[in-house]
């Protein structure tokens, strides 16, 4: 893949940084219970930023059910404000992709319109809001990218960073529907995980377009083989993560590991704890199900993790013992180890704050790792 200009491969590493903050810090949101803290979307009680003075409280608390906690609203709109940010770099790169695309930026401004008109039409600034229109402008954005995409070719970073613009551009809307759902665990999930799709997307356009990049091994073919199936269970295990959060199925052990409750195989209700939608109109905050659903959803977190570290550390041995990949071999044994470590602290210690937030960062990092192995191995031409 070659990048569409010097500095693309500088913007797409800048979009990788930025991606992983969003991502810690919306950890931090929703572990510190902030992620209702603004009832509307995208204002925060009608602001742009958050109320602060005592009669921009008064009036919101006046305007919404919803009583103004200041801790917690900046929290939630900050995020929201990092995580546009971080859709404006993204939106950069697709407009350095496409611009020798014959109307290539004509089309992603196109489309970058419809998405961005769809929001006041949602919110009805100047009329009456229209939650049909401003679904179909959305989508006709989306449709346009999509279009475009497929029709493009890889070579120039085109396809994939147009693609990148489809994926932030849903992500919003992802986080649209978290709060006018109540915090649904099904789109909560869905939430974290197209956050990390954005970064493997991300760190895999960096990597490409890096001229410094590719790790050329014999082992190459071997090893990405082991790693494609190392990133398909750790995509399943942090899915399972943020089912286990999303449903604050966390503590449903209590503070016992590796037992469960005092057991090794306590009561459970698997068919309870994985239904995914539940229908709309129920406050999820704090969740819904009884204890042996929760107890199932954490058994299955703890039991997913044993087979991704088994793989994973065999992923690293090898590494550790290919030529000029000992250092990445030895990265992923550390935040291997160093996951499984704060994963048992978050149990013993009862949910630690700063510990679960690092605990969702190391999922960020392990994810960044394997798809910048993958993206760089290569055999010798």
């Known amino acids: ?20 903050v969003v991502i810690v810090f919306g950890g931090f949101v929703r572990l ?50 990092i995580a546009a940010l971080l859709g404006l770099l993204v939106l950069t790169l697709a407009l350095l992709a496409a611009r020798k695309r014959k109307g290539g930026v004509v089309s992603v401004l196109a489309a ?22 401003s679904v179909a402008l959305w989508l006709a954005g989306e449709l346009i990218l999509l279009v475009q995409a497929l029709r493009w070719s890889n070579v120039d970073a085109a396809r994939l960073s147009t693609l990148l613009l489809m994926v932030i551009v849903f992500q919003a809307v992802l986080g649209m529907w978290t709060v006018i759902w109540l915090v649904k ?24 377009t890096t001229p410094w990049g590719p790790l050329v091994s014999a082992e190459a073919p071997r090893l990405r083989r082991l790693l494609w199936i190392g990133l398909v269970l750790l995509v399943v295990q942090i899915a399972l993560g943020g089912w286990t959060s999303a449903n604050y199925a966390a503590l449903a052990c209590g503070t016992d590991y590796p037992t469960c409750l005092g057991q090794w195989w306590p009561e459970q209700d698997y068919r309870e704890a994985f239904i995914l939608w539940r229908g709309i109109g129920v406050d999820y905050e704090g969740g819904v199900l009884d204890g042996p659903a929760r107890v199932a959803i954490q058994m299955a977190h703890r039991l997913m993790a044993i087979l991704v570290f088994g793989h994973l550390l065999m992923v690293a041995i090898r590494l550790l013992r290919s030529t000029g990949l000992r250092y990445s071999g030895g990265l992923l044994l550390v935040l291997l180890c160093a996951q499984v470590a704060l994963g048992i602290s978050n149990i013993v210690l009862g949910l630690p704050l700063w510990v ?22 290569r055999a010798p031409e």
């Open 1 to 20: 893949m070659n990048a569409p200009s010097r500095h693309f491969h500088r913007l797409a590493w800048a979009a990788v940084l930025l991606a992983l």
């Open 32 to 81: 510190s219970n902030a992620g209702l803290s603004c009832p509307d979307w995208p204002t925060c009680y009608g602001k742009a930023t958050w109320p602060t003075q005592d009669h921009e409280i008064a009036a919101a608390n006046a305007g919404f059910e919803r009583i103004v906690e200041v801790s917690k609203a900046w929290r939630e709109q900050f995020h929201r404000h």
């Open 112 to 133: 970058s319109a419809l998405v961005g008109l769809s929001i006041p039409v949602y919110m009805g600034v100047g009329m009456a809001p229209n939650h049909e229109l």
């Open 185 to 208: 665990p099904v789109i909560v999930m869905a939430h974290l995980m197209g956050g990390l799709l954005t970064l493997s997307l991300l760190t895999w356009l960096a990597w490409k």
């Open 356 to 377: 679960a937030v690092a605990h969702n960062a190391g999922a960020a990092l392990l994810l960044f790792t394997v798809v910048g192995l993958l993206a760089r191995l």
